[in-house]
């Protein structure tokens, strides 16, 4: 039932692309440049163990987009971010993250931009096997690292806020997963510093 | 400038990594698994009733695994189910572990179907007092878990009855972390990690990737069709395919929401 919702959710989505397409859809105002550090379910990871609790990971991401007029002060903003893969023990793992993002962008002000839009967050881990010797009760065993490239998709709603400096600008973005279901709602968040080059 | 993006670029972070219980990283084949008390065990050693015990399965599930987006596994739990063959004093040995058998001849705890936890008191099953309890997943149908057995360690002398109800609560988790196919990490802030720490919150990043290796979010849909099933080839490995379903109902969202825009502002 809920594909058949999604499926007409889609195709009327790319009907309604397709009449929305004007010249001006397709003469875009800006490519822009995205250096920023991406932090991973805010608030919900722990990460010592007195019960601390992750609020800030350094991740270094880099992405790139587009600025479409599309009417007033609102704008079309695709985009697409690489969160650079985390190295793990060894290189046992590596993790990468990839944002297919679309948001729509509002400029209130000359130097505000708010955004509302989505992405689909694209969580690749490739592992290269191996084993380790770890503690275990009182004896030791022997574990194994992942050996597969796997790949978890999520649909996240995101908002954002962006303050803009002539051809700058510096961005908190956020992403909630999993928005309609409570128990799996986690929030992650980048920090941007955005460059646009105007065309 | 471009001296600072290049080490800002550089700069990756170094962590540990989650490990699985063997080397061909063995899941459930649904991910939807049900975790149970098995109905006629007995934890009076270490101090509870088997109600006690299985009112703390639901925090260990909803508290840690469940909350997870990017991994589709739903622990639910079940309740009591119907008594396994010596659950309550036999050996629990892996089906590969042939000596286990061997020495363990009739006491050898029968395989289950799903999760099921129980006290046992044989000791050659924790080698030592300190050991809170033992997991193993003792039914397979083929490179799958079909069934796992979690036994508390209620020996005589068993400590697990001076932990808090907190501290309980993640001893299970942990044990449900190995019953659903993970090993332990070297990361302290990880719940597989080989020990119980100061305080648990949460789940640690190690966890949190393990799980979503072993059960891939794959058809997400904003959360609506996170109960939907894994695509795996034949042997049982999760697919990579082109995420049709999320672009589809990303691009509607979107579209939806730029028409509602433009309505408005006719309006």
């Known amino acids: 039932m809920f594909r058949k919702i999604l499926l007409t959710l889609t195709i009327m989505a790319l009907s309604t692309a397709a009449f929305s397409a004007s010249d001006s859809f397709f003469n875009y105002k800006a490519i822009y440049f995205n250096l ?159 460059y646009y080059w105007e065309n | 400038m471009i001296k600072f993006i290049i080490l800002f670029l550089t700069l990756t972070s170094l962590a540990e990594a989650y490990t699985f219980n063997n080397n061909f990283e063995s899941s459930f084949k649904d991910h939807n698994v049900k975790v149970y008390v098995d109905e006629l065990t007995t934890c009076a050693n270490v101090g509870m009733t088997i109600y006690e015990l299985n009112d703390l399965i639901g925090p260990a599930i909803d508290k840690y695994w469940n909350r997870v987006p990017t991994s589709n596994l739903r622990l639910k739990s079940g309740g009591f189910r119907s008594a396994t063959t010596n659950i309550n004093d036999g050996r629990l040995c892996a089906p590969t572990d042939d000596d286990c058998i061997t020495t363990a001849g009739a006491t050898v705890i029968a395989p289950v179907e799903e999760i099921i936890i129980a006290c046992n008191t044989e000791g050659l099953n924790f080698g030592g007092d300190n050991v809170l309890a033992v997991t193993i997943p003792n039914n397979f149908s083929g490179k799958k878990i079909s069934g796992a057995v979690i036994v508390i360690n209620s020996t005589l002398t068993s400590i697990f009855s001076t932990l808090s109800k907190a501290d309980k609560i993640g001893v299970i988790s942990h044990e449900i972390g190995h019953a659903i196919g993970l090993g332990h990490t070297d990361d302290s802030a990880a719940l597989m990690y080989y020990k119980t720490v100061n305080q648990r919150k949460a789940l640690g990043a190690d966890d949190m990737r393990g799980v979503s290796y072993l059960y891939p979010m794959q058809i997400d849909g904003f959360g609506l069709l996170g109960g939907c099933g894994t695509i795996t080839n034949a042997r049982g490995t999760p697919l990579e395919k082109f995420p049709f379903w999320q672009m589809g109902a990303s691009l509607a969202v979107m579209i939806l929401l730029s028409e509602l825009l433009k309505l408005l502002k006719r309006s």
């Open chain 1, 36 to 194: 920023g550090t991406h932090t991973e379910f805010y608030n919900a990871v722990q990460n010592d163990d007195s019960g601390g609790l992750r609020k800030f990971d350094f991740a270094p991401t880099v992405g790139i987009g587009l600025v479409f007029p599309a009417f007033e002060n609102w704008r079309y903003l695709p985009e697409f971010n690489w969160v650079l893969p985390k190295t793990y023990e060894e290189s046992n793992i590596i993790v990468n993250t990839f944002m297919y993002r679309f948001d729509m962008g509002y400029d209130p002000l000359e130097w505000l931009r708010l955004r509302i839009g989505t992405s689909i967050i694209h969580l690749n881990q490739h592992g290269r096997g191996g084993k380790a010797t770890m503690r275990n009760g009182n004896e030791t065993s022997t574990f194994y690292y992942p050996s597969e490239n796997r790949s978890s998709l999520n649909n996240t709603f995101d908002l954002g806020v962006e303050t803009l400096f002539n051809e700058y600008a510096i961005r908190l973005q956020t992403y909630t997963y999993s928005i309609l279901k409570k128990e799996q709602r986690q929030l992650s968040y980048t920090l941007f510093f955005t």
